[in-house]
């Protein structure tokens, strides 16, 4: 077989990944049914599959399935992996059948019997027919169904599939770990114990014989794993800097060695599988071939990351440096997510999903004993504010957000709209009906020009941007589409949004602005209707992790000591488990939750995470006659809305504690 390297068509080389060697040549054992590699994505893993399909085609034939997450991943590795290197290796190549479906994208029938197959997984593929080698590549991507497929796992389908071939069927299992850790108390009972997880490679793993790679210590020769926890990096140095000065520290003799010698002890090293208990109850580690080998049907495999030949230890501390001040910056989590699971091939643990960040009524009252701002009036470090609103049957529920410096926000108003306009159809006498009636959304209007003061006196503001959730019950969606359209005849487009959301943690954006998919339904489809998407999930982490936050800085978010009890009671109307977020039972409203949901996709949306505070850029971010939300209150107070629920502004209370890291409190009133 040849592989590229480097753009060469050479033979196959184990000594680059030499721990892919042993998991190679396993996958022909008769003594196993299955093989399960749990490893960083960038570790060669692709590399075994292709190299045990090949063995199969020159030595051993029978149908071999290939699956890749999605049929356009399955025609993708036909074109850049499997095509190529059959037509780069002569012998594979001479073995190729002619005639009609013989070399096809998704079927490749070669002389001798060898049958293979790309496929990818769906109830149907997982239950058909017999096949003696399944190969099943990224396990514990969303496509593998996070555990179900059609009836059941995914695993047991496909042990079902090569039941047939007895010792001769095997099905080997490749993935970066995906799934979340279930329990963070979790603490190893065995030697290469792994963490709790509920589906994927990690989920197979205890059930195998558990294997990990180690290597001996330059220093003192005594066996170890080479991990990312083993690392040692200097703390305060930028995320380059820190993972150049990464150095590996051996947990035998506490000396480090760089990363110059990772491929030479990587030569030298060798799978450790866990052995059955000793008389002793003493659980050892032996290699694949010793009798005391845990007994199992199932080999499985788990690379560190920092084992793996293809990433260095400067690139793997760089990602996760930068992913860390991602999240301090934005909390937003998946750039952590996604460095520990295929960089450094270790399952994760949801920061969100953890107890102690659990928002609790108390923690929220606590919160907002300090701040006593009054409703209706924004603190005094406020810049911008952005209007947020739910559609409910009967009324519209509106919450304000103010933000300032550094993404630090606080809902400054919220009430309820439940009267129609004048003028629209039987106004009078009767209650809102936003799902109904389309003349009943000319309200919101009047939130466009609506001034909230900032406390101090000098200054009032107008919303930057504007938000309506699309969704509602009857003829919501086009009651929206309808008052969007006529916002922009009046010029006035771009500051609304129509908010969509969509569930799940597997977005890759946490906002995305697109125009509505042709739906299958009879709706038109409004091509002319930016939709602001959000991940809802994704962004109330990031709204969970502002309002827990008890030390002001980056994205803290004050609460107000005028919410009431209700209110506050409204973020934790949801909990957060492994999957996302949940309605807790019996908990029927979640509208302070929402509007601070919509407030930060309009914040992201805005580009407000980029701005410079040192010289900001936006021009609706700064206090100044130039920007056209910012009102001085002298020009302002003669054509204010007269307001119902405001009360009589209290001066005194309006002077905050000196904000110490942001200075706000030093630069009150020297704005311009
Ligand atoms: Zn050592």
């Known amino acids: 077989m040849r592989v590229n390297i480097s753009g060469q068509w050479q033979p196959f080389r184990a000594d680059v990944a030499p721990y892919m060697v042993e998991p190679t040549d396993m996958t022909a054992s008769r003594r196993f049914r299955g093989l399960v590699f749990a490893g960083p994505s960038q570790s060669g893993k692709t590399m075994m599959l292709q190299t045990v399909a090949c063995h199969a085609i020159m030595s051993d034939p029978g149908r071999i399935a290939l699956f890749q997450m999605t049929r356009d991943a399955a025609a993708l590795m036909e074109r850049e992996k499997i095509g190529p290197m059959i037509y780069n290796s002569p012998d594979i190549r001479a073995r190729l059948a002619s005639g009609r479906g013989a070399d096809t994208i998704f079927q490749k029938l070669f002389t001798g019997g060898a049958h293979l197959t790309l496929d990818w997984p769906t109830p149907e593929k997982l239950a058909s027919t017999t096949v003696r080698i399944l190969l099943a590549t990224d396990f514990d991507r969303p496509a593998w169904g996070n555990g179900v497929i059609g009836d059941g796992d995914p695993y047991t389908q496909m042990r079902a599939r090569t039941r047939t071939f007895l010792s001769r069927g095997m099905v080997v299992i490749e993935s970066s770990p995906g799934a979340p850790i279930k329990d963070e108390n979790w603490r190893p009972q065995t030697p290469h114990d792994c963490p709790p997880v509920a589906y994927g490679v990690l989920s197979l793993y205890p059930g195998g014989t558990r294997g990990r790679w180690y290597v001996p210590c330059p220093c003192c020769g005594a066996m170890f794993e080479m991990t990312f926890a083993r690392l040692v990096y200097p703390d305060s140095a930028d995320p380059v800097e820190a993972g150049e000065a990464a150095r590996m520290r051996c947990p035998h003799c506490r000396d480090t060695f760089g990363h110059e010698l990772k491929r030479e002890l990587n030569a030298s090293g060798q799978w450790l599988h866990e052995a059955t208990p000793d008389e002793s109850g003493e659980i050892r580690l032996v290699t694949v071939d010793r009798p005391e080998l845990r007994r199992t049907d199932l080999l499985s495999y788990w690379l560190d990351g920092a084992s793996a030949a293809f990433s260095t230890w400067a690139e793997l501390v760089t990602a996760y440096r930068q992913a860390e001040a991602h999240f301090d910056a934005t909390g937003d989590e998946e750039k952590l997510r996604a460095t520990v699971s295929t960089g450094q091939a270790q399952p994760y643990l949801p920061r969100s999903a953890s107890s102690e960040m659990e928002i609790t009524l108390q923690g929220l009252k606590d919160k907002a004993q300090d701040v006593k701002s009054q409703k209706g009036v924004a603190p005094s470090w406020a810049r911008y504010l952005t209007v947020s609103v739910d559609v409910q049957g009967t009324y519209f529920s509106v919450g304000v957000t103010a933000w300032g410096e550094g993404g630090r926000h606080q809902p400054i108003d919220r009430f309820e709209i439940n009267t129609p306009p004048a003028g629209a159809p039987g ?45 509602g019950g009857g003829a919501t969606t086009d009651n929206a589409y309808r008052f969007y359209r006529a916002r922009r005849k009046a010029g006035r487009g771009k500051r609304w949004y129509l908010t969509r959301g969509h569930g799940g943690l597997h977005h890759v954006d946490r906002v995305w602005l697109r125009a509505p998919e042709r739906a299958s339904g009879k709706r038109k489809v409004a091509s002319d209707i930016k939709i602001l998407n959000m991940a809802t999930d994704r962004l109330k982490d990031v709204v969970a992790a502002s309002v827990r936050l008890l030390d002001d800085g980056q994205n803290y978010c004050h609460i107000p000591g005028w919410m009431e009890a209700g209110h506050l009671t409204e973020f934790t109307a949801e909990r957060r488990t492994a999957k996302g977020w949940e309605k807790r039972p019996g908990m029927v409203r979640n509208e302070s939750l929402d509007h601070l949901v919509q407030a930060r996709a309009q914040h992201i949306i805005l580009g407000a995470e980029r701005i410079d505070w040192t010289s900001p850029n936006r021009h609706w971010a700064i206090l100044s006659a130039d920007n056209e939300f910012s009102v001085p209150l002298s020009l302002a107070e003669a054509d204010r809305p007269d307001r119902t629920d405001q009360q009589p502004q209290d001066r005194s209370a309006t002077e905050h504690k000196s904000r110490g890291r942001f200075g706000f409190s030093a630069r009150k009133g020297k704005w311009l």
């Not at 009078?428 to 009636?437: H, I, M, N």
């Not at 209007?445 to 503001?461: A, F, K, N, S």
């Open 427 to 471: 106004a009078d006498g009767r209650t809102l009906k936003p799902f109904e009636v389309a003349e009943d959304w000319q309200v919101l209007v009047g939130l466009e020009d609506r001034i909230w003061p900032i406390e101090g006196g000098e200054w009032g503001l107008k919303a930057v941007s504007l938000a309506v959730d699309m969704h």
